[in-house]
């Protein structure tokens, strides 16, 4: 589609510039965190535990309190967030690449290959995203590279049938038909013609999974399944401050509000894209 | 139709079965001997032993396997090493309270959801619409981990209108049921709702207008029909993540189903209850979802054709 | 059933004292529709008579505002997006725009139904034939479900299809078997109009054929009114007394379809008829009307016509012509009429 007319949509649609506008903004906060934190995020500090907020002086205050080691909220939260966020970057981007290349295989040679594939993701699909991440996890042990692959192994199912059902449709098209007929080589239609058509959908499901990412990555942390303390994670944080909840909230409350506004903005980012690429819009 | 439902209660099994071969390996993946991941931590060599004889770890893989299936067709699931009684009797003890919650999660989701999106569909543009979008949109951002959590902070312990944890009441059934069926819920409400706004565009709807249908008549009755379609099949979509939830939503509320037993098995490492959970919550899910397919094959005939 | 066979007795009789009634009037309709770039304009002042117990004839391309018309004879123009700028419907006497809702409810189906054009998609794929059958039957007739099943099944078998097939779903049907469904259900109720929005288009030819056969019976047999709206002129000489043909959302001519067809008056009349291939005689070659079809996104000034037409003069492109009788049975809406014999060949 054309550029032009894709960069019009993108700043006429309130969903895409909010999930857009928040999410660079947490990136920023996230990954420049380096640059200007003040406090150690994983240092326990026993005598200032339980402090509450306190924006007095700026960056030096603990403007979102401390937590019952002492620590500062705010340093922990944009700490994890980068932590949370550079592993959903990673995941999501080998749920795509996975995802992508068996279902162009599996949507443009079909027979065989698309049966085993397909057939694969049904196996995959059966047992529930968390629990399935739950049991490698608790069989493989905590470590990083466990966590991206518990994740992966679940998630690339969902690229690859939206990917796969996309060149189904492509693949019947005319255009592509001509293609053959005029005699192009495989690898010439699938990645000039077919390709590019089915990019839009992984923009879309891109974000989705994004969203998908961060939140299992927290449900894991929650369990103690997925970043161990005392690395801060927006998921560890919600279930260790549940204890203190009743009379120091903000342990949660600060994580609880990051990790809604963080999904809620990819999913935004998801449906203003899934709207401004639709190709059968009319401007 | 019977062809249908035999069809699909075939790959059901098939799905089962590789499911079943997922759990047998499961323990088997991690390094060093499978038998001690199964006994209590500091057995003794003999209790090691039996084990090892029991998961006959000196067989074939396939002998290995066909004693598995046979002892959960016996009913033997292994012994819990956190418990030590069958686990087989703790999931019976416990499946019941998850069904409770999960079945009380999507009576109240669908009865919330389905009227609502019916009528924002039907009144497009209105108030409720914007309404039902925003709650909707809103919703399915909503994760058990933090919703959990801030409504126990709200209504348990800044509020005091609800009890926080436990199993006692039917009051103590009201915030886990709202985290699961909210964000089920906003996704069923965007569902419906698009569901009948595609309806009610088709040309068969004019012609039932044409004979003399009433509006609320072609909404409630005709209409509704084929948007319940994508309906029921997002249902046996959402099942699989609605068991999910129950891991958090169990271990924040105290609730004691076969949700808070995964989470407290995976702790301590009770591998036998982890591998029979996972068996038995991917089974559920097949089930589920092959009830789910057959109930919209009598809803809707055309997807009996092969 | 003797109830319904005694009451059609009286309907007949009655019927033939009350022909030449008008039934249903569209006066001067002017509706647009709103998209998201542009307004289009659908009609643009159509006047039409239908009497009872006539066959009229619609003649128009896609886009002319037949079908419009004829959802309009309903009220059922989508909600949304049409706007009536000025003209009124009547049904029998009464607007059809300002009829209560249970008057509107009990006209549809009832006195007045409607065959659609597409089989494929005008059935509800999730119900039986039989019951989308009985659907005006139990409305309108109060039947019960068993007994309005029954009927069905009768219907069915009217209209040539095994009444044992109440219970099968659309998708089991082909499309001319579908299309006699819809007959089925619009003639349920003895309506005093049937309206047929181009009930044969989506079809066959042979399957046309069956169609139109069934469909000349029966309003032979119950002495129903017929709106056929067609661009198939060969199926307004089979079935129809009088033809109107519109364009860019106006009548511009209109009478009875001897004498239209045979002394075609206006330019684009002509221009239908010479377009048709003659099957004996001399090989000619296919004469197409010049031009565009008018956007009804943007129509032309005066007389919507006058770029494709022959007979154009400078009027012609800023006056808009009213429709003169030419004779009885003949009006046409243009400054420069033709006077030609046409010969069919």
Redesign the interface.
Known sequence: MDKKIILNRMKHNPFFIIGATIIVLLLLICFLSPLYIQFDPTVSDLANKFQAPDLSAGLSSHILGTDNMGRDVFTRLVVGGRVSLTIAIIVVALQISIGVILGLFAGYFGGVIDIIVMRLCEIVLSIPQLILAIAIMAVMGPSLSNLVFAMVFGGWVHVCKVTRNNVLVLRKQEFVQASIVLGAKTPHIVLRQIFPNVLTQIFVVGSQRFGESILQEAALSFLQLGIQAPDPAWGNMISAGRTFMATYPWMVVAPGIALMLAVLSFNFLGDGLRDILDPKRKV | MLEYILKRIGQTIFVLFIVSIFAFFLIRLAPGNPALLMVPDGSSDEVIRAMEEKLGLHDPLYVQYFRYISDILHGDLGQSTQYRVPVAKIVADRLPNTALLAVASVVVGLLISIPLGIVAGSHRGTGVDFFAMFVALLGQSFSPVWLSVFLMLVFANVLGLLPAMGMGSWKNLILPVATLAYPMAAQITRVARSGIIDTLSEDYITATYAKGISRFEVNWKYALKNALIPIVTLVGITIGSFLSGTVIVETVFGWSGIGQLMQQSVNVRDYAMVQSLILISASLIAIINMIVDIINSFIDPRMTLS | MSKLKNEEKVHDVAQKEKKREPLVEVKDMVVEFK???SIVHALNGVNLTIYRGESLGLVGEAGAGKTTTA?GI?N?MSE?SARIVQGDITYDGKSVFKMS?HEL??????KV??I?Q?PL???????TVGEQIA??LR??MNMKRKEALKEASKLLEMVGIAGGRVTD?P?QFSGGMRQRV?IA?ALACRPELLIADEPTTALDVTIQAQILELMKGLQEKYDTSLLMITHNLGIISELCQRVAVMYAGKIIEEGAVDEVFSRPAHPYTVGLLNSLPKLTGPRERLVAIPGHVADPQNLPSGCSFHPRCANCTERCKTETPDMLSITDHHSVACFNPMNQEYNNG
């Open positions: 998209t998201e770039r959802l309903l059922l949304e809702n409810l009990s006209m549809r189906g009832g139904s409607m659609f597409n998609t005008s059935l509800n794929p999730v119900f659907m005006p409305k309108h779903y998708h819809g259900a």
